[in-house]
């Protein structure tokens, strides 16, 4: 059974950080591209940021260009995303997706709450 499993959310105030993790099992990690999607309330789920298997290509959205970084380490199974000056906007729920040729799959979040 294939379980991608988020950590590292919570409560911080703007200008601050968080690095999340999402750890993979039941599947070849290395194959499979992973992303970070969120979805704030009221507002589709968008993408945020994306590496490839082996980590020689990422893509972010442009509102976290500069502040966010998205790293793996295959040897863990795991994705991360480094966000630094957090802002409230980036408030949402944070979803790993990873996804090698048609076989895809979510976790099922992290809450990420920027606020004073």
């Known amino acids: 059974q294939v379980q991608l499993v988020e950590s590292g959310g919570g409560l911080v105030q703007p200008g601050e950080s968080l690095r999340l993790s999402c750890k993979g099992s039941?599947?070849?990690?290395?194959?499979?591209?992973m992303r970070w999607y969120r979805q704030a309330p009221g507002k589709e789920r968008e993408l945020v940021a994306g590496?490839?298997?082996?980590?020689?290509?990422?893509n972010y959205v442009d509102s976290v260009k500069g502040r966010f970084t998205v790293s793996r380490d295959n040897t863990r199974n795991t994705v991360y995303l480094q966000m630094n000056s957090l802002h409230r906007e980036d408030t949402a729920v944070y979803y790993c997706?990873?996804?090698?040729?048609?076989?895809?799959?979510w976790g099922r979040g992290t809450q990420v709450t920027v606020s004073s």
């Open positions: 039941g599947l070849t990690f290395s194959l499979y591209d």
């Open positions: 997706y990873a996804k090698f040729r048609t076989l895809e799959y």
């Open positions: 590496i490839s298997s082996a980590a020689d290509s990422t």
